[in-house]
């Protein structure tokens, strides 16, 4: 990793932990001066994070409730300089000259988001977890990724796009800013498949505001086809776009993650896996994409269990069928196009009988939507005493044994 970018999540963390509430930190190339400036004698990320609290705690400004607007490092004869601000808009007023002193935490307060609560804490509403939040959606410029994109945007996040397709993750991106009058996204161009396209993705998101609070690990791809007619390359194509991949976003996403909780113990971050009512029971004529969610269901687990060292909770979320989304209507590639041609369901004559054969097989007689998953989300981050698990959101078709 970039040194300016390990240094970024290293001040995140600091602020955080006096603040008490989600920050943003936001690298700029050339930098100035800043009212906290620091020559660090270490550029390792314990030692970096330690001289980094030591100075906040001396300067003066956490005793007296205020964080600089700027701070600058000086490491190994190179300065690097951030902006700090409570929120995304706030690095835009400091570049615009309208905020010009220290930010105040009493003033903050009651526009505070959520700080992870302890044993014994009620917490916040559902509704207010992710505020000022960092997240990040993995596949998010259209299907399930979009409408995880839109829905933590309007719970008040901070949302990276990645997506392969940069022009859509540009063009939704532009749109969530301008519905919402504010800085509320920016589009990455990824490949999840390509570590190096995901670690520049995970140096993207520290340096453009110093970390992550949630990764929504969405992206994934489809091709149904029986086992003896199947090409084993595209058998491998998606267990590692769907399998593979996940663990390079963990590793990468996670590091981020583990820097801010070096300077910030008490913060979680959360790794969520979106994953398929597939990955709990088989599929067939399907045993590709069961396969590689099965498999990731155990990633999640191990994940979990690794992790939580460092304040970090995966889960997974196992949501039912998206009918309306591109992924199963695409008239040319969509899964019911897929289906009716691999004979899946029985006696179908048109995209529209395999449709209703598949709504039928829901109790509660619908597909699944964004507002589903987005709920579940939220209560995987609300739950602070919950990790290693695989959330089914299925209308009660798939449950859990």
């Known amino acids: 990793m970039k040194t300016e970018a390990l240094f970024a999540p290293l001040i995140r963390g600091a602020i955080m932990e006096k603040a008490r509430r989600p920050w943003i930190v936001h690298f700029v190339p050339g930098g ?12 390792e990320e314990q030692g970096a994070a330690g001289e980094i609290a030591a100075a906040f705690g001396a300067s003066g400004f956490f005793k007296e409730g205020k964080i600089p607007l700027r701070v600058r490092l000086e490491y190994d004869g190179t300065g690097y300089s951030y902006l700090t601000a409570p929120c995304r808009g706030g690095i835009e007023k400091i570049r615009m000259g309208e905020v010009k002193d220290p930010w105040e935490l009493q003033s903050l307060e009651a526009e505070r988001g959520a700080f992870p609560g302890k044993p014994g804490d009620y917490g916040l509403s559902r509704s207010r977890v992710v505020k000022d939040r ?12 979009e409408e995880i994109a839109r829905g933590l945007v309007s719970a008040g ?24 009058g504010k800085p509320a996204a920016f589009p990455i161009e990824v490949n999840v498949g390509d570590e190096a396209s995901v670690e520049n993705m995970a140096e993207t998101a520290a340096l ?3 970390g992550l609070d949630l990764c929504v690990s969405n992206a994934g791809v489809l091709r149904a086809q029986a086992i003896l007619e199947q090409d084993i390359s595209g058998f491998r194509f998606v267990t590692d776009i ?8 963990t590793k990468h996403c996670g590091r981020l993650m583990r820097a801010q909780h070096t300077a910030s113990p008490s913060w979680t971050g959360d790794i969520i896996q979106i994953n398929s009512k597939s990955g709990l029971e088989g599929s067939s004529k399907n045993g590709a994409y069961a396969g590689s969610k099965f498999g990731s269901i155990g990633l999640v687990q191990s994940f979990a269990k690794e992790l939580v060292e460092y304040n970090i909770k995966v889960n997974a979320v196992c949501p039912g069928n998206f009918f309306d989304g591109p992924l199963w209507a695409d008239p040319e590639k969509g899964l019911f196009v897929q289906y009716l041609k691999a004979g899946k369901a029985p006696g179908a004559k048109t995209v529209e009988d395999v449709k209703a054969f598949y709504e039928s097989k829901v109790p509660m007689g619908r597909g699944c939507t964004g ?15 919950e990790t290693g698990q695989a959330l089914p959101v299925t209308g009660g078709q798939t449950m859990l044994n």
């Open 157 to 180: 996040a901070f949302v990276f796009i990645a997506d392969l397709n940069r022009t859509g993750a540009e063009r939704l991106a532009a749109a969530l800013n301008e519905e919402y």
């Open 371 to 385: 507002p589903d998953v987005i709920r579940a989300i939220l209560y995987l981050v609300e739950q602070i005493y």
């Open 32 to 43: 100035e001066a800043g009212e906290l400036s620091l020559a660090l004698r270490s550029g």
């Open 242 to 249: 769907n399998y593979v991949a996940f663990a390079i976003i």
């Open 134 to 145: 960092i997240a990040l959606v993995t596949g998010g410029a259209q299907g399930f990724g």
């Open 208 to 210: 453009e505001c110093g």
